[in-house]
Structures are given as structure tokens and as C-alpha cells.
């Protein structure tokens, strides 16, 4: 009889035994050998003596508390619930031409309020200013609106006033920068940050970020965001405030890629979209002016602006098209560069006619503007592995190039003699910052060509840093719980110890030394 069905009968007898049967066979199985009793004796006794020694208690006492992780809650509040995704970027409205995308006296002006519309109805990008009053007001912010007044301007001051007050320090004499790489780098050490440095300027992704060049104690902060949004933040304000200092404004209805203050006039900021339009934030006459727009039909996904002078911009875009706006005169001249989507443009600092691009192709091109209209070709070309980020000159001289692409490197050029320009360095550094972060751009110091700032995917989250050479000469990261994200781009101070960084949920974080510390 095979074994199975020998236990199967077994089963069955078992089943129909008479119940004093079943009690000795249960009794004969629970019957153990001394061994196991002795087994068992030992162990009661050792977890006797393990509980008198109280080590969990010990543990416990030694094991630090820790907390969870929170976020700063400082700046705008955003609701927690999320927006249906809108797929049109870029609305049907009448076609604009190139030569009069200015507007006239007497259009519409798009004003500096301190939030936007909702989306549904601000979806037109509008070819006239924009008020800041009528972009103050999104469904995003649940958190009492504030005016531009309430933010930035002390009470019982007007608004000219108080705007000439807090731009003034930037018309006196700005103190020199420390020649020495060294002790620049000492000063970096003493900047830290903390809970009050912390906010949120934006509702969505940062795209842009600019330190406004004042002589102020407090920073004063602009960034734009994924959705059009441009936030201004006075990091210390001069009273209290129901978002901490921060002012939040809908000039655009797409990702705003490039915000700048201008060089020439402290109470003007630039900020360009994917939307096609180029507006200049006018804080005297309270609106966003529209500078340039591209016509609809054109699929522009990327835009960026540099500042020629006081009266002319340069822009790129993803059509391969650079265009150069006089203000004066409401013209634009275009070109078309044929190099493919450009990510950036800047312009020499003292030569203003020679300019570079940066492209996706991988390659940094050299371009003269007074050759434009004849022959329009580059003249240098600059290769790299991937499409290049951005392209920078060094602020002070223009004897430098500073560029960072997708390949993961980070390439510094001599510039000195633009008919050859030559690699100085070139060296690896992750620049992989994957859908969900902004890319990462190597930004001069505003006032220094010996070193740069870019963003760090490394743990804990930093920012670096680099000197030409390539070498890590700093990095900026907090002890505590507040940096906790990668903050893809950052900003420094022309002379003032500030520096700031924005991440991709909107929030900006400062790093600044004490003044009485230096």
C-alpha cells in the first residue's frame, strides 16, 4: 500500500477512534524528552538575567530623538490639491508682428500685483503690460493677499518713496571686492542659513533666480516659476508680513526661464518666457510691460534675454532666432542663426557686439553683431559632447567663457584674443538632473572670474562652489533638516555675502553672513 494512502486511512481511523483514544495520542505527542525541558529551562533563565541588566532601557535612553523632517512653511501658501495638467501653452490670440511688438500709449498694461488669475482666465499671454493689481489673485494662494505696498514698502511712506529708500544704497559707492580667491572663500564659510532664510516664492518648479544688486541688509530676491508666475522676496522684511516678505505676480502663462534685474535701472526686471514674450517689470509705474512677443505661429519652447545697454535686449529662442530690441524706437532685429534650439545668450561685458550662444547641437558659438546683416555666420565654434546648458561670459572682463552642457562636464574657455579662443579647463561634474528638476547653469559671481555656483545632486544636498581649475572650493549645505532638495539654480550677491538657491517645489534658500562678522 503506497504511503499516502496509508496516512490517509490513518486519518480516517483516527477520526472514527473513540475520544479516550485521541487523549493518548495527544498526550503521547506533548511528551518531551528531557533535553527540551532542559532547553527550555535555559532559556527562561537567560531572559531573566538580560531583563535585570534593563539594557532596552539603556538603548532607549542612548538613542536620540529624532524628529520628523518639516518644511519651511515661511512665504505664499499654496493649496494642497493639485491642478488638472493644462497641455496648451501657448493660446490662439490675433498675430503679432516682429517690428511692433511695443506696445503704444494708451493699450492695456499688464500691473504688478502680487498674484495671478486663475488659469482659466488668464490663459491669453496678452500683448499689452499687465498691472501688477490684476495679477494678484490666484486660486493657488490661500493665504491673505498682500499688495506690493504691504510687502515691500514701510508703513507711512508712499510708494516713490519708499521705492527711492530701499534702491538708494545701490547709488552709493560699492565696496571693493577681496582680490584674494582665498579670502573670498572664508567669507563663503561664514554665510549659513536658518528657519527665517527659508521660503516659498513660488507655487511651482523654479526656473529662473536673481539677487537684486543693492546695498540693502536684505536681500531682495526674484524667481520665476513653471506656470508664468514671478515672485519677489524680501528676505528681512522692514515690518511684518502675511507672507513673510514675498510678493507673487502672473506676467506670463508659461514656464519663465530667465528673470533679471537690469544693470542699468535697479527698479526694473526682466523676465522671459516660453510663451514667446519678453516683459520688463517697471516697479515705479507699477507694471509688467510687454518688451517683446513672437508670433503665434512660432512653436517657441525656450526663451532667454541678455542686456545689451540701457535701451537694447538680446533674445534667444528655440527657433534658432536672436533678436535685438531697441526700446528707444520700438524695432526688432532678427536673424536666424541656423544653429539650431539656443538654451542661452550673453553678451561681452565691455565689447558689446561680440556675443555667444549656447545650443542644444553641443556647441557654443562666437558671434560679432556688426556682421550680422552681411554675412551670418559664427565666428568660433565650440564643441561639446551634449547640447550645452548655458554659456556664460566672465562678468567683469569678458576674458572668460564659463559653459555647462548635458554631458556631464563644465568647460572654461580663454577669451582674451576672440580670433583664438582656447580651453583653459575642462573637467567632469554630474549635471544629470533627470524630468522632475530644473537643469543646472554655472552662474559667475557677479564681481569675481575665479570662481562659479552650480547645483550639487550629491548627499546631503549642497551647493557648489568650483574654481576655474575646477576645483571645489566651497560648498554651501545645512547641518540641520532645512536643505533638503537640489536647488538647480543659484544666485550671488555682487558684493554683498548673499547667495541664494531655488529648488523645484518653489522654494528659495539664502545663505548670508552677518555684517558686523566681516
Not at 493518548?24 to 533563565?45: I, P, Q
Not at 514656464?255 to 533679471?260: A, F, G, L
Amino acid at each position: 500500500m503506497p504511503a499516502t494512502t496509508r496516512r490517509r486511512t490513518w486519518d480516517k481511523c483516527l477520526l472514527d477512534a473513540p475520544q479516550d483514544f485521541k487523549e493518548v495520542k495527544k498526550k503521547f505527542t506533548e511528551n518531551k524528552s528531557w533535553f527540551e525541558e532542559r532547553r527550555e529551562e535555559n532559556l527562561k533563565a537567560n531572559a531573566a538575567f538580560l531583563a535585570s541588566l534593563n539594557i532596552d532601557d539603556a538603548k532607549l535612553k542612548l538613542k536620540p530623538k529624532v524628529e520628523p523632517k518639516s518644511l519651511s512653511s515661511r512665504g505664499i501658501k499654496t493649496k494642497s490639491v493639485m491642478e488638472p495638467r493644462t497641455y496648451e501653452l501657448r493660446p490662439v490670440r490675433g498675430p503679432v508682428t516682429r517690428s511692433s511688438v511695443l506696445p503704444e500709449d494708451g493699450e492695456s498694461q499688464v500691473t504688478l500685483s502680487t498674484c495671478s488669475q486663475p488659469r482659466s482666465e488668464s490663459s491669453n499671454r496678452g500683448v499689452g503690460p499687465v498691472s501688477l493689481d490684476t495679477m494678484q489673485n490666484t486660486a493657488q494662494i490661500t493665504a491673505p493677499v498682500i499688495s506690493w505696498e504691504d510687502c515691500i514698502v514701510p508703513k507711512g511712506c508712499s510708494y516713490s518713496q519708499t521705492l527711492t529708500n530701499r534702491l538708494a544704497a545701490s547709488c552709493g559707492p560699492k565696496p571693493s571686492v577681496t582680490e584674494d580667491l582665498v579670502d573670498f572663500v572664508n567669507i563663503c564659510s561664514l554665510m549659513s542659513i536658518n528657519s527665517n532664510l527659508v521660503a516659498k516664492v513660488t507655487p511651482h518648479r523654479i526656473y529662473s533666480i536673481d539677487l537684486h544688486s543693492s546695498l540693502h541688509n536684505s536681500p531682495l530676491v526674484a524667481a520665476g516659476d513653471k506656470w508664468g508666475h514671478v515672485g519677489l522676496w524680501n528676505v528681512i522684511p522692514e515690518k511684518s508680513s502675511a507672507n513673510d516678505g514675498v510678493c507673487l505676480f502672473k506676467p506670463h502663462v508659461s514656464p519663465v526661464n530667465c528673470v533679471k534685474f537690469s544693470d542699468y535701472d535697479q527698479s526694473t526686471l526682466f523676465s522671459s518666457s516660453y510663451d514667446g514674450t519678453v516683459r520688463r517689470c517697471d516697479v515705479n509705474k507699477q507694471q509688467f510691460e510687454l518688451v517683446y512677443s513672437t508670433p503665434d505661429e512660432d512653436d517657441i519652447q525656450h526663451m532667454y534675454l541678455s542686456e545689451v545697454d540701457m535701451n537694447r535686449v538680446c533674445v534667444a529662442s528655440t527657433d534658432s532666432c536672436i533678436a535685438y530690441i531697441d526700446s528707444r524706437t520700438s524695432s526688432v532685429r532678427s536673424f536666424d542663426t541656423q544653429s539650431g534650439k539656443l538654451k542661452c545668450v550673453s553678451h561681452h561685458p565691455i565689447e558689446k557686439h561680440y556675443f555667444i550662444t549656447a545650443s542644444v547641437k553641443g556647441h557654443v558659438d562666437l558671434w560679432d553683431e556688426r556682421y550680422l546683416d552681411k554675412s551670418r555666420s559664427y565666428l568660433t565654434r565650440l564643441p561639446h559632447k551634449k547640447g550645452v546648458l548655458s554659456a556664460f561670459f566672465s562678468p567683469t572682463s569678458g576674458e572668460k567663457i564659463l559653459s555647462c552642457s548635458a554631458g556631464d562636464e563644465i568647460k572654461v574657455y580663454n577669451s582674451t584674443d576672440m580670433t583664438n579662443i582656447e580651453t583653459e579647463s575642462s573637467f567632469y561634474h554630474n549635471n544629470f538632473t533627470g524630468r522632475w528638476l530644473s537643469n543646472f547653469r554655472a552662474s559667475w559671481h557677479p564681481s569675481r572670474e575665479d570662481c562659479f555656483l552650480i547645483g550639487s545632486m550629491k548627499h546631503p544636498r549642497q551647493i557648489d562652489l568650483i574654481g576655474c581649475d575646477g576645483k571645489l572650493l566651497h560648498t554651501f549645505h545645512d547641518n540641520g533638516d532645512l536643505l533638503q532638495s537640489v536647488t538647480s539654480l543659484n544666485a550671488f550677491h555682487p558684493s554683498l555675502p548673499f547667495m541664494a538657491g531655488g529648488n523645484s517645489s518653489g522654494r528659495v534658500f539664502v545663505f548670508m553672513a552677518q555684517m558686523d562678522c566681516l
